[in-house]
C-alpha cells in the first residue's frame, strides 16, 4: 500500500483496527490484503437491510470502553458494559443528535486546503453545476477517477491534482469543496453495510464519508458512493475534525474496539 513513511510507522504502532481505519478505509478494494481486516461480517437477518428505512444493529467489543456517537442518522438505545466487554443497540437511520452546525465546521484546516488554486478551481466548478452539495457529490466522484486505496488521508490539494484515492480521499476534498462554497461540513469514520466487498458477503466495510448542512438539516454525503442506498447502512464512530491525520477523539473512539461484532437485531 502506497503510505507515506510517517503514516507507516504510526499505522505500525497502533492496535490492529485502529491501524485499519487510518491506513486502509475503502471501497476501492484493497488489493493484496485480505478482507477480513477491512470489513467486519454482519449476523442476523442482513436481507432486510436494503429494504429498511431504519436498522437497528447490536455491536459487541470486548473492550469495556466501547461506545458510539449519537449522530443526526443513528442513535444510541441501549449501551451495556462489564468487565467481558460493551455492547451498544443502535438505530442507523434514525434521527439522533441534531446539533446546528458550528463555526468550526466552516474553517479551513492544513489538511482542506481551501485557498490551494487547485481545490479553488474545483468549487468554482462546483458553484457552476448548481445545487452545491449533489454538485460537489458528482464533482468529487468523477475527478477521483483512479480509484484505489492511496495514502489514509492527504491534504485536498493533493487529491485534487493527484486524482486517485480511496473513501478518504473523497471524503476530504468533498468536505473542502462544499466549506469553499459556504456550506458546513463535516466528516466521519465508521463501517458502511455493503452486500458484497472484494468477493466478501454481506459485510461491514471500514468507510469514512461526510455530512453536509443545507436546508436547515443534516444530509449524508458520500462521494465514494453516489446515489447509493440509505443511511441504515451506516455505522459512525466518530466524528473527524480533519486538523491532523489522527485527532484524539477518533483515536479515543477505535482504541475501544476490540473483537468487534456487528448484529441486525431488528
Same mark, same amino acid.
Given at each position: 500500500m502506497n503510505l507515506s513513511r510517517r503514516s507507516h510507522h504510526l499505522a505500525q504502532s497502533l492496535p490492529p483496527?485502529?491501524?485499519?481505519?487510518? /491506513?486502509?478505509? #475503502? =471501497? @476501492?478494494?484493497?488489493?493484496g490484503l485480505q478482507t477480513s481486516l477491512f470489513s467486519v461480517?454482519?449476523?442476523?437477518?442482513?436481507?432486510?437491510?436494503?429494504?429498511?428505512?431504519?436498522s437497528v444493529y447490536r455491536l459487541s467489543?470486548?473492550?469495556?470502553?466501547?461506545?458510539?456517537?449519537d449522530t443526526p442518522f443513528q442513535r444510541v438505545r441501549n449501551r451495556d458494559a462489564g468487565k467481558d466487554g460493551a455492547r451498544v443497540t443502535l438505530a442507523s437511520g434514525e434521527a439522533g443528535a441534531t446539533p446546528s452546525p458550528s463555526p468550526a465546521d466552516l474553517e479551513d484546516t492544513p489538511l482542506?486546503?481551501?485557498?490551494?488554486? /487547485?481545490?479553488? #478551481? =474545483? @468549487?468554482?466548478r462546483a458553484r457552476r453545476m448548481g445545487e452545491p452539495v449533489a454538485s460537489v457529490v458528482r464533482l468529487v466522484h468523477a475527478h477521483i477517477s483512479d480509484k484505489r486505496a492511496g495514502i489514509p488521508i492527504i491534504p485536498a490539494r493533493e487529491i485534487?491534482?493527484?486524482?486517485a484515492g480511496d473513501c478518504t480521499?473523497?471524503?476530504?476534498?468533498?468536505?473542502?469543496?462544499?466549506?469553499?462554497?459556504?456550506?458546513?461540513a463535516r466528516a466521519l469514520v465508521g463501517m458502511v453495510y455493503c452486500e458484497s466487498f472484494e468477493g466478501a458477503r454481506n459485510v461491514f466495510?471500514?468507510?469514512?464519508?461526510a455530512e453536509a448542512y443545507s436546508g436547515g438539516r443534516?444530509?449524508?454525503?458520500?462521494?465514494?458512493?453516489?446515489?447509493?442506498?440509505?443511511?441504515?447502512?451506516?455505522?459512525?464512530?466518530?466524528?473527524?475534525?480533519?486538523k491532523t491525520a489522527a485527532p484524539l477523539s477518533y483515536l479515543r473512539a477505535v482504541a475501544a474496539i476490540q473483537n468487534l461484532q456487528v448484529e441486525r437485531v431488528h
Open positions: 483496527i485502529m491501524a485499519v481505519l487510518l /491506513a486502509a478505509t #475503502s =471501497l @476501492a478494494g484493497p488489493s461480517p454482519a449476523r442476523g437477518d442482513v436481507r432486510r437491510i436494503p429494504l429498511e428505512r431504519v467489543s470486548s473492550d469495556e470502553a466501547f461506545t458510539l456517537p482542506l486546503t481551501m485557498d490551494d488554486p /487547485a481545490v479553488r #478551481s =474545483l @468549487a468554482a485534487a491534482l493527484g486524482r480521499e473523497h471524503t476530504v476534498l468533498a468536505v473542502a469543496l462544499l466549506r469553499s462554497l459556504g456550506v458546513p466495510v471500514f468507510h469514512m464519508w443534516w444530509v449524508l454525503v458520500d462521494a465514494t458512493r453516489p446515489g447509493g442506498e440509505g443511511s441504515n447502512r451506516y455505522v459512525a464512530f466518530a466524528f473527524h475534525h480533519l
